[in-house]
């Protein structure tokens, strides 16, 4: 079994409009960026999920700063599972430029969501064994 975690990393294009009035991405925006990069991952590794009635919920989002990022970074967002369980996972996130500089580290917990059952359901196998591998 590889001791590596799984890791995925994407693109985040900045725009002009995720700018406040100091000139760099507004605080409540780097929620948003981990959204986007939540659902590519998703899309590339589990597409056929996004049709499914079975939501993955944010039950916890966390972000701690480091450095402010402008309209003329590079913004790379690098996803890892951290803690994986029956119904719930963790990602940890690193916002980088891909030289060194780190933006933020955030983290959300993740509950796949039956909203026929109105309950919390357990993962499916093909999400559960593409993040288990890799822990």
Known sequence: MNSDP???TTLIDIRFAD???YGHVNNAVFFTYLEH???KLFQHYF???LDSPLLFLVVRAECDYKAPITLKDHLLI???VEDLKRSSFT???RLH???GRDFATARTVMVSYD???KKPAALPVKIRETFAQFR
């Open 115 to 117: 909203p026929q059952a």
């Open 19 to 21: 700018l406040d009035a």
């Open 6 to 8: 799984f890791e995925y």
């Open 97 to 99: 430029d891909g030289n």
């Open 91 to 93: 990602f940890f996130y």
């Open 37 to 39: 990069a939540r659902v």
């Open 47 to 49: 597409g056929a999920f």
């Open 78 to 80: 690098t996803l890892t």
